[in-house]
């Protein structure tokens, strides 16, 4: 062949084989490719333990699947209205440039209250909601199938932090607030779901305000930025999108997990390895997930911390037996991948027991309960050598990654906000200066980085 032609044609394919592994990494929504795991695991349930936690998480909260499947229009009737006044709401929250004057915000934020306030009491049965609701807690699902359940769990949740902060970005006098008085619409539902998902908190959580905020086709239902810029709407979706996508990609890897405990239960190391090569494998895929989203170019820092962070922040609280107790918002500590992947690892939760009890539900938290139980890292013997290269291997990759996030995240907390006090969503208002309280995050990063072996 012509010596002209590889010329030219080396660099054209050197240079699309690095477009293509550079390509903006999302996953299809729907998961068909998964069922074979879903029966198969059900199927292992009275072997292994772990199996038997990740079935019940599927069928339970996933309604069948993992991600968690949501549908969020067959509810029962009485429920609808919710949404609509979500999505009728939707485009009054956010404004591009917030003020810096708190009476113009209050009057802002009071006008949002207030009507949601009015079209919850107009359109709302609260009775026939807490019908519906304590039919299901009797264990009859029947009227109210879990995939609906779950898309109510995430409209009842955006809702709430919709009511908390009535006004996106953030501003200074929605965060001076203590308590907030929900509307009876609001707060009547919410202890079902609570006790449903088992978690405690007032504020929602990565699953009931990310992860179920999709449905079956991968359409995010309740967005914050209606009517704003491109940039922050597709900054907004880029963001959202990642967190579903990272379960996506982590289903296949609890799947090897389970694989994985059983093979070296059953002292078949070979099939052990083989099943934490394909772990790694697929745990390459899924950091590839943040690696190619957490960047300036798909999720924009000028707009990250006023208009996608800051709604799922909470910071406001109640009394609990006499004590007040104040929650936070979300964070990326929800994650179930890397809780789960860490307990494999046999490492100590990286949420202390009572965060844990408060966002994150139950399933999952038996889940990784499971995985640290099964963990078969402290038995591995000297001649084990392939096991623990393969798991040195899982560590490293997830040093690596908590090295990225360390890196990346910090811009995107140092933008400039003046409207608003510096906030996380996951640990809520900061004490001191900004730089004091990125020091203060970055030594818990660092801190989690250092304990990842
Ligand atoms: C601009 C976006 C982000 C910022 C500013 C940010 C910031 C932070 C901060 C400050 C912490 C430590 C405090 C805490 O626990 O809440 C944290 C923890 C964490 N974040 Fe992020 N994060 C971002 C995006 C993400 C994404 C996309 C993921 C998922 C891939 C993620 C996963 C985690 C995890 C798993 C932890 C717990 C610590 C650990 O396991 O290493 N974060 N994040």
Not at 17 to 30: D, F, N
Not at 32 to 60: F, Q
Not at 167 to 181: F, M, R
Not at 410 to 426: H, K, N, S, V
Request: proline letters at 6%.
């Amino acid at each position: 062949m012509d010596s002209r032609f590889f010329l030219l044609a080396a660099p054209v394919a050197v240079v699309a084989a690095i477009l293509w592994r550079r390509r903006p990494k999302t996953v299809e929504a729907s998961n068909p490719g998964n069922s074979w795991m879903i029966r198969d695991l059900a199927a292992l349930k009275d072997r292994c333990e772990a199996a038997a936690a990740l079935s019940k998480l599927v069928e339970e909260d996933g309604a069948g699947s993992w991600p968690p499947k949501a549908d969020h229009n067959s509810w029962p009737t009485p429920l609808l209205p919710y949404k609509d006044i979500y999505l009728e709401l939707a485009p009054l929250l956010p404004t591009p440039r917030p003020s810096l004057d708190s009476e113009v915000n209050d009057e802002k934020r009071a006008r949002y209250r207030s009507l949601m306030r009015r079209l919850l009491s107009e359109r709302i049965n609260v009775p026939q909601v807490e019908d519906i609701l304590a039919t299901v807690e009797t264990g009859n699902w029947e009227s109210f199938p879990r995939d609906a359940y779950n898309g109510f769990y995430c409209c009842i949740a955006v809702l709430r932090h919709a009511y908390r902060w009535a006004t996106i970005p953030v501003v200074k006098v929605a965060q001076s607030e203590t308590v907030i008085n929900f509307p009876a619409e609001l707060d009547a539902p919410w202890p079902y779901l609570q006790r449903n998902f088992g978690v405690d908190a007032d504020s929602g959580n990565n699953t009931s305000n990310v992860l179920l905020n999709f449905d079956v086709n991968g359409e995010r239902i309740y967005k914050i930025n209606v009517g704003l810029s491109e940039v922050i709407r597709s900054s907004e979706d880029v963001f959202f999108k990642m967190f579903y996508d990272l379960e996506v990609m982590a289903f296949p890897i609890y799947y090897d997990m389970v694989r994985a405990i059983i093979s070296f239960e059953e002292k078949d190391k070979a099939s052990c390895v083989r099943y934490l090569r394909h772990l790694n494998a697929m745990l390459r895929e899924l950091l590839l997930i943040f690696y190619h989203n957490l960047n300036d170019s798909r999720v924009s820092r000028s707009v990250w911390l006023s208009h996608i962070q800051g709604f799922q922040g909470w910071g406001v609280g109640k009394t609990v037996d006499g004590e007040f107790v104040k929650y936070d918002g979300l964070s990326g500590n929800h994650v179930l991948a890397f809780q789960a992947i860490d307990s494999f690892l046999g490492m100590e939760p990286y949420l202390p027991e009572e965060n844990l009890l408060r966002y994150i539900p139950a399933n999952q938290r038996a889940l990784c309960l499971m995985f640290k139980k099964c963990s078969f890292r402290p038995r591995l013997e000297e001649k084990d050598t392939q096991i623990k290269d393969e798991i040195s291997k899982i560590a490293k990759q997830l040093r690596a990654f908590r090295a990225a996030h360390r890196t990346r995240v910090i811009p995107y907390l140092e933008q400039p906000a003046p409207e608003r006090f510096t906030m996380t969503a996951g640990k809520s208002v900061l004490q001191g200066t900004l730089s004091e309280a990125i020091r203060f995050l970055d030594d818990m990063m660092l801190r989690r980085l250092k304990e990842t072996m």
